[in-house]
Nanobody, 125 residues
């Protein structure tokens, strides 16, 4: 069992920055692929970014590439999502997730088997 808790969401103006964090407890965090997803009202939950267990491989959705950075600190059991140049269309609930069954970073929602409760990010225009 893995328990994930997100934090750091909030309200920011367009063009601003925000960092959300996700702290894990339970199984060995450092061996798992981690990911961030988001869900806007009335839309499907979509992949944002993923990172390998050692941090050497990252993957981003095209919509956030060059603006968002995913990173992790295995000593703190924490994964981060630094979001810069935020746009109103980035407004969503952001969820972190862990893939305990695979080693490859991918964007497939069903590959991630544990999820946090989400944190709201709102970008005003």
């Amino acid at each position: 069992q893995v328990h994930l808790v997100e934090s750091g969401g909030g309200l920011v103006q367009a063009g601003g920055s925000l960092r959300v964090s996700c702290t894990a407890s339970g199984r060995t965090f450092s061996t798992y692929v981690m990911g961030w997803f988001r869900q806007a009202p009335g839309k499907e939950r979509e992949f944002v970014a993923g990172i390998s267990w050692y941090g050497g491989t990252t993957l981003y959705a095209d919509s956030v590439k060059g603006r968002f950075t995913i990173s992790r600190d295995n000593a703190k059991n924490t994964v981060y999502l630094q979001m810069n140049s935020l746009k109103p269309e980035d407004t969503a609930v952001y969820y972190c997730a862990v893939d305990t069954r695979g080693a490859r970073v991918d964007s497939t929602r069903s590959d991630y088997d544990y999820w946090g409760q989400g944190t709201q990010v709102t970008v005003s225009s």
